[in-house]
């Protein structure tokens, strides 16, 4: 019996992956910038997830060594999975880095969270020279909360704390984030809680 095939998955999306044609492009495209003995920083969610899918089969294909430094445990297990060994920024620094958003405007104003993984995504992108954001059409919008409130995360004894400071600030709502499958808030990697907050 092996012992790590009793657990890990060959694909850890959960679900169907929406805008699957244009993100599929997208990853594609990031992929090609991969060279030999690149330190990548890897972020979350479901463009990024198919980057490192076509990241690992050009890997393979060019026999190319790289390393990779995931922002989430959902990514760490990604990458074993598809033979790409990993690193922490404790050890290394990205040459580059991709994630993705969850809303962008025209003025490349962008919101991240959405996943949990913020405090190790925005890590990733500062310590990267350069850092390729990963949309497709959908998620390009007028104003940033016109389709989903802002998250942010926030150790839980501070959220009342943190809650009075944004509406001071001018902020209109702030609620907790509630998880979808299992009960109580979203807990974000680095076991914080995930408020959102809406402003006009």
């Known amino acids: ?30 992929a090609k910038r991969l060279k030999d003995g690149d330190v990548i920083g890897v972020g979350s969610g479901s463009t990024s997830f198919l980057a490192t899918k076509v990241i690992a089969k050009k890997m393979k294909e060019e026999k ?23 690193t922490t920024l404790m050890v290394q620094k990205p040459n580059w880095a991709y994630d993705g958003a969850d809303e962008v405007t025209n003025q490349n104003w962008l919101v991240k969270g ?53 509406m001071k600030m001018g902020v209109e709502t702030v609620t907790l984030r509630l998880a979808k499958g299992k009960d109580g808030p979203v807990v974000t990697e680095m076991r914080k809680y995930n408020i959102r907050c809406s402003v006009s």
Request: proline share 6%; glycine share 4%.
């Open 114 to 166: 959405r996943g949990g993984a913020m405090y190790k995504e925005k890590l990733n992108i500062s310590a990267s020279p350069v850092t390729y954001i990963l949309v497709d059409d959908s998620k390009m919008v007028e104003h940033i909360c016109d389709k989903f409130p802002i998250p942010i995360e926030v150790a839980p004894e501070a959220v009342n704390l943190v809650r009075q400071a944004l």
């Open 64 to 86: 190319l060594h790289i390393t990779a430094i995931p922002t989430s445990y959902e990514v760490k297990l990604l990458c074993e999975n598809l033979g790409i060994p990993t």
């Open 1 to 30: 019996m092996n012992w790590e095939e009793n657990v890990k998955q060959k694909s850890l999306w959960n679900g169907e992956i929406s805008n699957l044609v244009d993100k599929q492009r997208v990853a594609e495209k990031v």
